[in-house]
């Protein structure tokens, strides 16, 4: 018995949407939001956020807001646009949820979850990429609000967001380098070689000093991916490019340890501070 009039089999196997479904059908109009709706959009966000144990409601404006056991409930105006169905469940649309987010994340998850939500390329290895929200129209959805909580935080992740971002760990150390005063490392630059040959997609690239950076995280583990990688990093090194690694453990070692690797790369290519 999660809360009142909701009764669940024992040990029954949920997932998110199972468990948010019945909120949503008990005759008041409730709409799945914050960081329940980003679970089910696919956002991604900090640890503590993925394994909700209440979960968010949102009631329009002038109703009561939702108070129940599980729930976190609020209470805000919505328009039509901005709510849209999951399997039948009401949830907030990802542009509504991004904004909402801005109450809850710091400020370089929520660009890592505009960055999800803009992500497009059209690569040759791979189907092309879509973008959940347009770059363009995330911008104008955000300037188009007035006296929201939240609402800086967010105008300030829009631009600071960029297209191509693969993941979060990628979106933090490409605002680790501009925080750091580096000249600007773009998403998924490519790096040409001669005709008929292989396009490079660096995670990060600085086109000017031909310097380049990769997030190794666990998906290259595995044997397919250390043999696309190692072709990759021999294209890369025979077009004149630098290319800087980094790796969990160097992340463990601290912000100053990776800048100074990159810092080292772009100065052996001929940049001065």
């Not at 144990?53 to 009631?59: D, E, N, P, S």
């Not at 290319?243 to 340890?257: E, P, T, Y």
Request: proline residues 7%; aromatic residues 6%; charged residues 30%.
């Amino acid at each position: 018995m999660p809360s009142r009039e909701i009764r669940v089999p024992r040990d029954a196997q949920q997932t998110l949407l199972d468990r948010v479904r019945p909120y949503t059908e008990l005759g008041i109009e409730n709409y799945v939001s914050h960081t329940t709706a980003a679970i089910l959009h696919g956002i991604p966000m900090p640890y503590v956020h993925e394994r909700p144990r209440l979960v968010h409601l949102t009631r329009p404006a002038g109703t009561s807001i939702p108070r129940r056991k599980g729930i976190l409930g609020h209470k805000r105006e919505l328009a039509t646009g901005e709510f849209m169905l999951i399997d039948g469940v009401p949830v907030t649309t990802p542009a509504r949820t991004f904004l909402d987010l801005a109450e809850i994340l710091e400020l370089d998850d929520l660009v890592a979850a505009a960055d999800y939500l803009v992500c497009e390329h059209d690569r040759e290895f791979e189907e092309p990429k879509l973008a959940i929200v347009k770059d363009t129209e995330l911008v104008a959805y955000i300037e188009s609000k007035r006296f929201l909580r939240g609402l800086a935080k967010a105008q300030e992740a829009v631009n600071l967001m960029r297209v191509g971002a693969d993941s979060p760990r990628e979106t933090r150390l490409r605002l680790l380098l501009q925080r750091a005063g580096l000249p600007e490392f773009k998403t998924n630059q490519k790096i040409l070689g001669g005709p008929g040959d292989p396009i490079v997609y660096p995670d990060l690239g600085c086109e000017e000093f031909k310097v380049c950076s990769e997030y190794e995280g666990e998906v290259h583990l595995t044997p397919e991916k250390q043999l696309y990688d190692r072709n990759r990093d021999t294209r890369t090194a025979a077009r004149g490019w630098q290319q800087v690694k980094v790796f969990n453990k160097d992340i463990l070692r601290g912000d100053a340890w990776v800048v100074e690797m990159v810092r080292q790369a772009l100065a052996r290519h001929g940049w001065t501070p």
